[in-house]
């Protein structure tokens, strides 16, 4: 077998390997791909996943500052039976009141959605991107 053919195998091998670790390790409902120049929050917005869900669905691959994925990194998007993927992308400006307005959504679920997220979400920002369910997803399950 020639050196390219054998190349071509083993990253084949790895790619198929790496998306049936995560899965198998995880229980993930879906997978997400990181793309060149992605952050946790472009990533959350592109594929329809809360910033808090990604990292909690990927806990022991993303660190608190979400600055160690690389492009081609397979990540959880959500985890079977706790995958929320309606959401809302915060802009500048944005409070409690806005959010729950623009998306239809009871603070109360919201807040349970994004327990990342203070009482008076004095702590969001732009880019962030949250969970507008109208049902409570439980994380701790």
């Known amino acids: 077998m020639s050196i390219t053919k054998q190349l071509f195998a083993l990253v084949a091998l790895s790619a198929l390997f790496t998306i049936a670790s995560a899965q198998a390790r995880t229980g993930c409902s879906r997978n997400g791909t990181v793309q060149d120049s992605d952050t946790c929050d472009i990533l959350s917005a592109r594929d329809n996943v809360s910033t808090f ?26 985890l079977t039976g706790q995958d929320c993927d309606t959401i809302i992308v915060v802009k500048e400006g944005d409070s409690c009141a806005t959010l729950t307005q623009a998306s239809g959504v009871a603070l109360a679920t919201l807040l349970a959605n994004n327990p990342n997220v203070n009482s008076d979400c004095s702590n969001i920002y732009p880019g962030e991107v949250l969970c507008t369910s109208s049902q409570v997803i439980n994380y701790s399950t």
Request: proline content about 8%.
């Open 53 to 78: 869900q990604l990292a909690n669905a990927n806990k022991a691959a993303i660190d608190p500052l979400c600055d160690n994925i690389f492009p081609g990194e397979l990540l959880c998007l959500g």
